[in-house]
């Protein structure tokens, strides 16, 4: 008789951490329950050598499971799509295209270049740089783009459809950052009303950075 | 009796662009004939209507393809897998895993970071910043991780295993970058032989920016 070893499901990841937010909504979608370590990106643990071991990049998330240690949020999120039958993408490949289309227009050519080692790179070579003129030009931009790739698809609740999958999961994170940077969400109507639908799902609101982060 | 009208691939792309350097390879690999439209990123064409009619993002790549316009180069590359079982990823759920967090260490941590209008508008702002000193640090910061990532997994050939996937079709470009910019290799021998290794394949080479640049 098979009685298998239940094995925990373990996320290392930053309250604050985009991309650690992206798994964490994905998790709650599928309603599987894991355990948080935090690794304080400000106090710098991600270069710890206890982290390094996980993750030589020294990036959050890894995600623990069936044995693994699984690095980068969209890999993760779509091995959990392969192996427990998310629904994060659709069925057929040309929406499947569109849908890590707009995915990666948020994680391939937004957040990465608004990630914090990178704004304060660009803050600390001086001149006029500020990190909140450095979070509002690239958000914005990116943020114009993937209005105009919604524009060109199905209308739905959500960014494909009427299920939420990988752009979504991608796109709250990145409102959340537009938010905390003080951009304008007014020019982008498509995306701020899926936003809000997805704000309303447990799975989602469950995930909020506020809701995660260690007390003071 | 069906006789399908053959319809032309058309890679819309600018011959010094890592994603459209990407899909090239990748359809080289594949072995499908295609059609450049050059799109000129120096001279801002990508800002221009007809362009932008195809990608609201203002970039390249855009490939069309099966009566559809793909963007996103690693979204054009996992359709290409679907739709033609080109064998960029591996069977297994893990393997996938494995080598989508090493092609996404490259495409989503530091080639975005180095993308022209990002290290432009780091210039722009003044202080220390200079085109040069802003892609060193950066293409060495996802090398060194990269080259961590390699170490974790199982030796081959190539990225994972002894045939090209979709890690390989984001290295070849990096590494190309990593030479234009005088990053020292030295660091990186793993990743340097499997280089070597994809270079030597005329599916790469034909690939190259060189080889597809306009004549002056």
Chains 1, 2 share one sequence.
């Not at 693994?68 to 959990?80: D, K, N, V």
Request: charged share 20%.
């Amino acid at each position: 008789m098979g009685c298998g070893m239940r094995q925990d499901i373990v996320l290392h990841d930053y309250w604050r951490s985009s991309s650690a937010y992206r798994v964490r909504i994905g998790l709650n979608l599928i309603g599987l329950p894991y355990r948080r370590v935090a690794v304080d990106l400000v106090a710098g643990a991600q270069r710890g050598a206890d982290h390094l071991a996980a993750n030589p990049q020294g990036l959050v998330p890894v995600l623990e499971i069936d044995g693994l240690r699984l690095t980068q949020s969209l890999a993760i999120l779509e091995y959990l799509d392969e192996t427990r039958l998310a629904g994060f993408l659709p069925a057929d490949a040309a929406g499947r295209a569109r849908v890590r289309a707009l995915a990666h227009a948020i994680a391939m050519e937004t957040q990465p270049v608004c990630n914090l080692r990178v704004a304060r790179h660009a803050v600390a070579l001086g001149g006029e740089a500020t990190m909140e003129g450095w979070m509002r030009h690239f958000i914005a931009l990116g943020l114009e783009g993937f209005e105009g790739l919604l524009g060109q698809g199905p209308e739905g609740q959500f960014c494909h459809g009427d299920r939420p999958g990988l752009a979504d999961l991608c796109l709250v994170p990145q409102v959340y950052n537009a938010w905390r940077w003080h951009v304008d969400l007014s020019p982008y109507p498509r995306l701020s009303a899926i936003c809000e639908r997805l704000d309303r799902l447990a799975a989602v609101s469950e995930a909020h950075p506020d809701r995660v982060k260690p007390l003071a």
